[in-house]
């Protein structure tokens, strides 16, 4: 429709012709918008439309019939209804008119329309008038079914919130994930439909999209009924709010699972380290108990006690811990009544006796009734078990203990993942147990049997002897470390002291043969430490004992004519072993080392074996040692002797038993990594009455004498 040919205006002031400027502007926007516009008398009934509200409605101007009959003969008839009923409710309130609704053409073809108006009232409030305009809607119409058309296809929930928070749409997978119908939701508040969304990150995240105009990306849980954890998307848009978001439960159930897992897999190498930490190096079941405990919580538990059963069948409940620091001594109490307190058919009894695995469904209901009243009761409330999961630690026939897995109402049911981990726990810990006990079986055997062949020291006229042996404390097996001392016919006194490669009863048993080989050798009058040596050597060929040890043979020796002038012949003879240490009167101390080094035992029978000599000026201390005393893996054997000469120094005046001692605590505070033995011999000087702590003289009797 072309706009009419302009007219002569009259002639007008200068506000006349600013309205005119503004009316003719207004014109030219609604013309150009496509907006038709309509004035309905309601005294008269008389329906006036301009040009373009008759194209939209498919009417020539000889065919307008002026009435809202006309209006409605152009409706579909699905829509008359709603449009009346808007049109009837501005003139009843004088109030304002919004409909859409479809026209038919005489052609058939059917367009969208949307009108909107205001009724007008006379001095008595009754409408009068109605004022408004419409304009085509159908394009909208269709880039918004083309949008439906979309949401509906898509396989990810979506629907819109108008400002008040009211479901304006929802798409079909929105329908499935809420599972609710499509008309019980649009309409209705999201506050009132999901309760459980108040307060949470759900409104949290949809409040502040809409305050601050921006995205919110987030995952929330949502409880029953839906019990499912969403990815969302929200964002502001000028109508509301649109919201896409998705169902990632399984991809949750699924990132939880591997967390667990991976968790179990730690505490799994975690409790395998402490067994081996705990019972490798010091031998303490309690100890290494408490760190599998304190390793399955909260993984498998939510607080674990720890049974331990005794060589003679007594069991001790030894560990305990909780998730909770405030509940640890309560736990750790618990664990002090429990056994004192279940019945005979407890789960851990069962279990103990069984070696089977016992799941408890019902803690409170299996547990509480058995208990006596009193402290027990209140401890067990406060701890509040609902499951609890009973394991043995058996092994190779035997059951050494039991581990009690405990949750609370707060933590999930274990599942099959959990009590298969828990086995494995359960069977590594008790192998590990097993294998710590029986070691220390060997170990004690074999230090019974070390211990049984080193004999008493002799106690020579003027002289003291001290002997310490100290084995391992990180090993379960012992060493071949020995020492000697006795006197030859005649008054000498040999010093030996040695060490068989290996650690086990079968180097234990080694050096038994060869301290007795030694002393067989060495008692006879005269033999010299680098003969014995060499006869050792080529015993121990012969006689195939597959050995090989380090050792030192030491004589102390004196003649009238040195015992007259207070001094005494060492003679020594070394195969590979550290230095004798020899201390004078003045707190100097010397390192007695050979020429050079001489081969250790068991390499070569045919080896040269040579002795030196030192002459002593009583009083002095002669010091052997084994290289458990000076060498570890963090300490070279040089830097070792240096310390043991200082401390050696540093101890000059203490009684010789003191001094011993106190090498090994200056030395090796924290235990020995490798057996330790020791002779001292302190040389007390003959011009004064013989010391108490020398002893009463006793010489063996020289053969044929």
Known sequence: MKPPPPRPAPEQGPAEAVDAVHSLRLELAVEAAGIGSFDWDLVTGRLDWDDRLLELFGYTREEWAGSIQAFNARLHPDDVEATTAALQHAIDGCGAYDAEYRVVLPSGETRWVRGRGRALGDEGGIAVRLLGAAYDTTSARAADLHVARVLEAMNEAFFSLDRDWRFSYVNRRAEQVLDRSRPDLVGGEIWSLFPHAVDSDFETNYRGAVASGQERVFEAYYPEPLDAWFEVRAWPTPDGLSVYFLDVTERRRAETAAREAAARLRAIAEISSAMVDQLGRVQDERAALQRVTEAVVPVFADWAIGTLVDADGRMRDVASWHTDPALRATTARYAALRLAAIADDAPVLRALRSGQTLTVDDVPAVIRPTLPPGEVVEVFDRLAPRTALTLPLAAHGKTLGALSLYRSDSGRPADADDVAAAREVAERVALALDNARLH???????????????????????????????????????????????????????????????????????????????????????????????????????????????????????????????????????????????????GRVEELSGPRAELMLGVDPTARRTDSTVTVDRPATVLLYTDGLVEARDQELDDGIAALREALADLADLPLAELCDGLLARLRPHGVADDVALVAVRLHAEDRPRPPEAGPRHVPPVPGA
């Open 440 to 586: 220390e079986q060997q170990r004690r055997l074999a230090e019974e049997l070390q211990r049984s062949m080193l004999t008493a020291p002799p106690r020579p006229d003027h002289a003291e002897v001290v002997v310490r042996y100290l084995p391992a404390v990180e090993a379960a097996q012992v060493g071949g470390d020995w020492y000697d001392a006795f006197l030859q016919p005649g008054g000498a006194m040999v010093l030996v002291i040695g060490d068989v490669v290996g650690h086990d009863i079968a180097a234990a048993a080694a050096m038994g043969q060869l301290r007795g080989l030694v002393r067989g050798i060495a008692f006879r009058e005269g033999a010299d430490p680098s003969t014995v040596l060499t006869d050792l050597d080529v015993a121990v060929r012969g006689l195939e004992m597959d050995t090989m040890a380090t050792a030192i043979v030491a004589r102390i020796e004196q003649s009238p004519e040195q015992r007259a002038a207070g001094t005494t012949t060492l003679r020594w003879s070394n195969a590979g072993h550290p230095p004798p240490l020899l201390m004078h009167a003045d």
